[in-house]
């Protein structure tokens, strides 16, 4: 014996309130992670890091590293540098933050962003 059990067509119950918060969902979900994966925070972040580990080699350099470069705590100063880059793409990030992509307008019509070209442009034939 075999159960000959038919399963539900996946757009059986197909319900548009549910479809609709559905796509507000990932839409939702899609400009969180415009904003996670902003390219300003990842330099930023790598600025940051790399400025500090730099700049406490600066300060901790000894006589004969400075002796090589000739007087100048070069790490200090470039650790100092990207510190401040960092900061400055952290700052910029924060202040002027990720806006995603609008949404496809809804409605059939034209789009009067985009006009129509081709056949269609012209109209319908009659």
């Not at 038919?6 to 119950?13: F, L, T």
């Not at 609709?20 to 925070?41: C, I, K, N, T, Y």
């Amino acid at each position: 014996m075999t159960d000959k059990r038919k399963d539900p067509h996946p757009h059986e119950h197909y319900d548009p309130a549910a479809y609709v918060a559905q796509m507000d969902d990932l839409e939702r979900r899609s400009g969180s992670s415009a904003r996670l994966f902003d390219v300003r925070r990842i330099i930023g972040g790598l600025f940051v890091v790399y400025g500090v580990i730099v700049t406490i080699a600066g300060i901790t350099a000894s006589e004969a590293d400075l002796e090589k470069a000739e007087g100048i705590n070069i790490n200090l100063w470039t650790g100092l540098g990207m510190l401040a880059l960092g900061v400055f793409f952290l700052l910029w990030l924060r202040l002027s933050p990720a806006v995603p992509p609008p949404a496809a307008p809804e409605s059939g019509g034209p789009d009067p962003d985009h006009p129509a070209t081709g056949p269609e442009a012209d109209g319908p034939k009659t």
